[in-house]
């Protein structure tokens, strides 16, 4: 099968990997001052997980879990928003599945629904608009979140019922971009990192220009990787070539999808519906200038922000992570999933306490997938 057989080629991937080690070598990283690569992207994490990456790759090359799963980074208080709005009596609330179980202060949504709330999972927005369509009595809302990836579809979601005119469709906009936060882990002063595995999805909305700014003012190289245990091996093989070369560049491994200027067509219908928030809350990291977007307001209309007197237009309600979840550390590097003393414990995919592990993107899901890590549990006296 052309351009999946070929990344999932054992010869290719042994090659890959041999010229890593040599590198790795050449610029004299080690187990104790090892290089540090961030990959940006939840689907990378898993890739590196699932196909054992991290075990094949050499001691002195070390793994970053970035903020990419947005579902992992959705603060509580976000959550707690969105059963307010599903125990309204009037609303179908729609969400994506993986939102489901992501826990707020009170309760999930998932919770809620057993509780007896109308919340409904869908597969795309378009199903969203079709229940307004088909129940005009009632008010469907839209948990719209997700990075660059998925904001053109909601976007255009928005422009056709302005278009249609359905006054009972609205977006909970909770969607957020992956530049901004980049600079923020950049900004760390506690951050170690010397180079990115940059996020192909992303890549394919918005290109190569957004992350210019990691190579020209920070001096670290990135690289945009596909989803296949070759394009990642060779990802991080092109960051070493950087670094041993003394460059800092944004490169483009991911050729084959990701075009350098982005999807023109997704672009002009983001910039029309949407516009940047003066800051966002991200759950573990806090607030980041310029990371959210907001409906524009000549489509205050489809904005249930603004319909119904929740979320940044009331202000800002910061939730604390609770006692001992170590979701903010696992996502800014400062520490692996199994390191949290929940991990495991009191945080598993059955019963999650932190969104990390709840997302099929989240690094902490992966690592109790993949990892062959389990803690142990202490016998019951």
């Known amino acids: 099968m052309k351009y999946t057989d070929e990344f999932r080629d054992p010869a290719a991937a042994k090659a890959v990997l041999a010229e890593i080690e040599r590198l790795v070598g050449v610029i004299g990283a080690t187990a104790d001052a090892p290089i540090y690569i961030m990959e940006i992207c939840g689907g990378h994490t898993h890739a590196i997980f699932r196909y054992g990456l991290d075990k094949l790759t050499p001691t002195g090359l070390e793994f970053i879990h970035g903020p990419g799963c947005p579902v992992c980074v959705l603060p509580m208080s976000r959550v707690d928003e969105c059963v307010e709005l599903a125990e309204r009596p009037d609303v179908i609330f729609t969400t994506f599945g993986d939102a489901m179980r992501v826990p707020g202060t009170r309760k999930s949504l998932l919770q809620a629904k057993a509780d007896g709330c109308d919340i409904r999972m869908v597969y795309s927005p378009l199903d969203a608009l079709e229940l307004a369509r088909r129940h005009p009595d009632r008010e469907i809302v839209f948990f719209a979140l ?8 909601t976007a255009l979601c928005v422009q056709q019922a302005a ?7 609205s977006l909970f906009c909770n969607h957020i971009t992956v530049p901004p936060p980049i600079k923020a882990l950049l900004d760390d002063p506690h951050m170690k990192l010397d180079g990115f595995v940059g996020p192909g999805h992303v890549s394919m909305v918005i290109g190569l220009e957004p992350y210019e700014f990691i190579a020209r003012d920070y001096q670290k190289p990135i690289v945009v990787a596909g989803f296949e245990p070759v394009d990642l091996l060779q990802s991080v093989l092109m960051v070493l070539q950087q670094i ?5 560049e944004v490169e483009n491994q991911y050729a084959r999808i990701v075009p350098a200027a982005g999807n023109p067509v997704s672009i002009a ?3 029309d519906v949407y516009e940047p928030r003066e800051k966002f809350e991200w759950r573990g990291l806090g607030e980041i200038d ?3 977007l907001k409906i524009r307001e000549k489509y205050a209309a489809f904005d249930a922000e603004r319909k119904f007197g929740i979320g940044y237009s009331k202000g800002n309600r910061q939730t604390p992570e609770p006692e001992d979840c170590g979701c903010g550390d696992v996502m800014t590097g400062r520490i692996k999933p199994h390191q949290c003393p929940q991990f495991g414990k009191g945080c598993t995919p059955e ?10 993107e989240g690094a902490c899901a992966a690592y109790y997938q993949y990892g062959g890590i389990r803690p142990e549990v202490e016998p019951a006296a």
């Open 244 to 248: 041993r070369d003394g460059r800092a």
């Open 269 to 271: 219908a983001c910039e």
């Open 163 to 169: 278009a249609e005119g359905l006054s009972n469709f």
């Open 146 to 153: 997700g990075f660059e990836t998925t904001t053109p579809s």
């Open 351 to 360: 019963q999650p306490l932190g969104a990390l592990m709840v997302s099929s």
């Open 290 to 292: 310029k990371s959210g």
